[in-house]
């Protein structure tokens, strides 16, 4: 919002919030009817170049965030937080504006009259419009909107986003779009008045207005420096990212649309454009201090990712009814990234106090880690992110959600003895995420009930609670076989078969049933030790999340969440990859056999590098003597 918000600055259909595709519904139906009984191809046109628009835009917006995570000719070393991505969370406004520009045009204007596919002269024409009037206008417009009347009621929302992404080039209030679209309108009304417009010369124009603003904002380098070596005169009507990169951070230079001669015309050119062109070409690709390795979860993940929808990934994963009309796209999407991708990538940076830290996406959905055909090429991609890791200096690398399971690598044991002279130290993150949960149990405390797949940190939370006198009530006489087996002496007598569902604390992990959840009593608090959340079928009782922590407001470049987790909770596996990498610790955290490493040295470097409990709401919550 800009900081003194003018006339006209909300759009029309912001009320609708999610809903104002809905705008666009009657012109849909409309096309597909004239389409169908009419032969008339022009509205659906209109139709599809909006689809075109919103695919080429997300693509900018994929491929920017995957090339700035890396490092690779990043332009702003700078971060991006969730507000940011709210604000810009309106980017396809502009898109349902100009569609029902284009198709009342259309419709009261060229109405019956068949338009051309293509024209030359009509292409040429644009060519030479956007060249001359539409830049030399946009100059001045621009200039005029930095005037601080004019800037503080509404360009200076724009400005906001000091690190641009390809979608902050379209992020104005409604009435400075109509501006740019008046502006922008004169090749194609021109030609249109002409009667040298042509389907080709909408659809390429309007590509390249998108392409070039995309370019522009993307925060990274992407002309090669050959290109202005052979045609010089090339940077006098083509800018570079980092040419209008200076726009945002310098706020009174680089004024020009896509041509910077305007500029260089009227002196308003950065002196240090072409430094940091060169500059930003010469960054390398970054080096992170640690990496956490994580997968695709659920189909709708894969739009969940920072990669992905920029409104989705900066909220909690959830269910979208649209994204089930996106379903065969979404099929076709999957199988091509899990049957050709054989390799990790990077898709988020952060950064926590001098560290750096990469997550990064082996290419696989939960369901691929349950089946055994799956397991050895899991295993490889895994295996081969760890030794490339290794060789690049990368000090801690944390295994995240499946890519640590038992029977696939034994909690990454596998690894470290197939490889025993790794410098790089895998960790597994047990012994924060049994700690987070032993710290969750509320005061006065006397007995839980334990339900739920046995695994590392299942045990150690059990053996936790036993030796600090909590009475372990299990209810399947096979897991309490499997727990005992890890108790001695007077502990044994606090793990009990369960007779009875009275605990008011479940303790929680893969496995349960929904018959044992109703079973429950009401105002029941479920404690999930796994990784992944319980299906909630309880209204009357509470679920706790899955072990996770508030990160500290020192990190930075946090604008999307982990999961199902909400805005700056991160996983306690992945916060026990950071802190091993903050404390600077030399030994690994990963293995069955392994005992879990000294938890409260890790629960207590946690909160000394700012990480917060999730606390159960209006509980009061104490830690306990964990001396296993």
Not at 135 to 140: A, N
Not at 348 to 363: C, K, V
Request: hydrophobic content about 40%.
């Amino acid at each position: 919002m800009a900081s003194r918000p003018g006339f006209l600055t909300d759009w029309p259909w912001a009320p609708l919030g999610s809903f104002k595709y809905l705008v666009l519904a009657p012109l849909v139906i409309d096309s597909i009817y004239s389409s169908a009984t009419l032969q008339d191809q022009d509205k659906l046109l209109v139709v599809a170049l909006m689809v075109w628009r919103i695919v080429h835009s997300q693509a900018w917006i994929s491929f920017s965030r995957y090339r700035t995570a890396k490092g690779t000719k990043r332009i702003v070393n700078k971060s991006i937080e969730f507000e940011q991505v709210d604000r810009e969370r309106t980017w396809d406004d502009q898109i349902i504006f100009n569609t029902l520009i284009v198709y009342l045009v259309k419709v009261y204007v060229i109405g019956n009259n068949p338009v051309s596919f293509w024209r030359l002269d009509g292409v040429v024409l644009t060519v030479l419009l956007h060249a001359g009037p539409v830049e030399f206008i946009y100059y001045w417009f621009h200039r005029a909107l930095h005037h601080h009347f004019l800037y503080s009621r509404y360009h200076s929302h724009h400005h906001s986003s000091i690190v641009t992404e390809p979608i902050t080039s379209v992020v104005h209030p409604f009435a400075e779009h109509i501006g740019y679209t008046i502006i922008l309108g004169i090749p194609l009304i021109t030609s249109l008045l002409c009667g040298t417009v042509s389907v080709a010369s909408l659809f390429l124009y309007l590509t390249y207005i998108d392409f070039m603003n995309n370019l522009g904002h993307c925060n990274f380098e992407l002309i090669p420096k050959p290109f202005f070596s052979i045609f010089p005169p090339l940077k006098f009507i083509c800018y570079t990212p980092s040419y209008h990169s200076l726009h945002h951070t310098q706020f009174r230079t680089n004024y020009s649309l896509f041509m910077p001669m305007y500029d260089y015309i009227y002196g308003t050119n950065d002196k240090c454009s072409d430094s940091l062109y060169e500059t930003s070409l010469e960054k390398e690709e970054e080096k992170p201090d640690a990496i956490h390795l994580t997968h695709l979860t659920s189909l709708d993940s894969i739009y969940h990712l920072r990669l992905g929808f920029a409104s989705l990934s900066s909220h909690p994963l959830s269910s979208r009814g649209y994204l089930l009309l996106m379903r065969p796209f979404t099929l076709i999407l999957s199988f091509i990234l899990t049957s050709f991708s054989s390799r990790t990538f990077v898709f988020e940076r952060n950064r926590f106090r001098d560290l750096t830290i990469h997550s990064h996406l082996l290419p696989k959905f939960s369901s691929h880690y349950m089946s055994r055909k799956h397991k050895q090429s899991i295993n490889k991609m895994i295996e081969t992110a760890i030794v490339e890791a290794d060789k690049k200096g990368v000090k801690v690398m944390s295994l995240g959600l499946l890519n640590q399971g038992e029977e696939l690598n034994v909690y990454g044991e596998m690894y470290v003895r197939k490889h025993p002279k790794l410098k790089i130290r895998i960790v597994d993150g047990s012994s924060l995420a049994a700690e987070v949960v032993v710290h969750s149990i509320p005061v006065g405390t006397s007995e839980v009930l334990f339900r739920g797949q046995v695994t590392k940190v299942a045990r150690a939370i059990v053996i936790s609670l036993c030796q600090n006198g909590i009475k372990v009530m299990v209810l399947r006489e096979e897991e309490h076989c499997m727990l005992a087996g890890y108790l001695g002496g007077h502990c044994k007598e606090n793990l009990v078969l369960a007779t009875n569902y009275s605990p008011m604390i479940w303790l929680v992990g893969d496995g349960i049933s929904k018959e044992e959840q109703k079973m429950a009593t009401k105002g029941t608090r479920f404690l999930p030790f796994s990784q992944f959340p319980p299906t909630q079928l309880r209204n009357d009782c509470f679920y706790h999340t899955t072990p996770a922590m508030i990160i500290p407001d020192s990190a930075h470049n946090i604008d999307s969440c982990e999961n199902w987790l909400g805005r700056r909770v991160m996983s306690a596996w992945r916060v026990g990859g950071i802190v091993h990498a903050l404390e600077g610790w030399e030994e690994h955290e990963c293995g069955l056999d392994d005992k879990v490493v000294n938890p409260p040295r890790v629960w207590d470097a946690a909160l000394r590098n700012g990480f917060k409990p999730l606390v159960l709401p209006s509980l009061e919550t104490k830690g306990l003597n964990n001396g296993y």
